[in-house]
């Protein structure tokens, strides 16, 4: 079946550094591709997203990229503070042929002061 | 305006026994998606409905049940608990007719012993 597939599952960075996470996604139908971010204690959050007729959008510190042709998409976080840790999770969507939603296990990033 | 309201916060069953979380999602919003999020087991999808109708389901037993109301708010239901099934429920409510941005709730926690 369908499914996505996100790496690192922890990551730990320094303050002022950079953080990436990637996915990779199996349905080629899926067409919309957001981030969430889990802090302790609450649900996920929508931090960004990025739909499948844009190649990368931005928005402040936290960028996301999508490369549609190797069914890939990543989420960039630079400057890196001590409140950006969390567990950030990935999702393709698709809206054809029925609705259907696939998150990624999520990775757990630290960013160390 | 209000966010998703999940009651209750916190609950503590007994094997064998059953229990109900309620959802109420955002004022407008008709689609509401039910998740399980265990450690280390990311998001499960539970089930969507939208107008009062199940519109997709995912791979757990029929001893998870949901419904929704005329006024979108929703419930799940798990009948004979397993201990297995502690975990956050998270209920998510999205824009008429799409399955994109959701919004989450706080979640339940369910503690089975």
């Known amino acids: 079946g369908e499914n996505v597939e996100q790496h690192p599952s922890t990551l730990s960075v320094q303050e002022g550094d950079s953080a990436v996470i990637k996915c990779t996604y199996s349905d080629s139908a899926s067409n919309y591709f957001p981030w969430y971010k889990q802090e302790l204690g609450k649900g996920p959050q929508l931090i960004i997203d990025?739909?499948?007729?844009?190649g990368e959008k931005k928005d402040q510190r936290i960028a996301v990229t999508l490369n549609k042709t190797a069914k890939h998409f990543s989420l960039h976080i630079t400057e890196t503070q001590p409140e950006d840790s969390a567990v950030y999770f990935c999702?393709?969507?698709?809206?054809?042929?029925?609705?259907?939603?696939?998150f990624g296990a999520g990775t757990r990033l630290f960013v160390k002061a | 305006k209000a966010g998703v309201t999940q009651t209750p916060r916190y609950l503590i069953k007994t094997r064998g026994q059953q229990v109900t979380l309620s959802c109420s999602p955002i004022s407008g919003h008709r689609s509401v998606s039910w998740y399980q999020q265990t450690p280390g087991q990311g998001l499960q999808f539970l089930f969507e409905?939208?107008?009062?109708?199940?519109?997709n389901k995912g791979n757990f037993p029929g001893r998870f049940s949901g419904r929704q109301f005329s006024n979108s708010r929703s419930e799940m239901n798990v009948s004979t608990l397993e201990l297995g099934d502690s975990a956050l429920y998270l209920c998510?409510?999205?824009?008429?007719?799409?399955?994109?941005?959701?919004?989450f709730g706080s979640g339940t926690r369910l503690t089975v012993v």
């Open positions: 409905y939208f107008s009062e109708t199940q519109r």
């Open positions: 999702a393709a969507i698709r809206d054809t042929g029925g609705f259907k939603t696939i």
């Open positions: 998510a409510s999205s824009f008429p007719d799409s399955n994109y941005g959701y919004t």
């Open positions: 990025i739909r499948s007729n844009v």
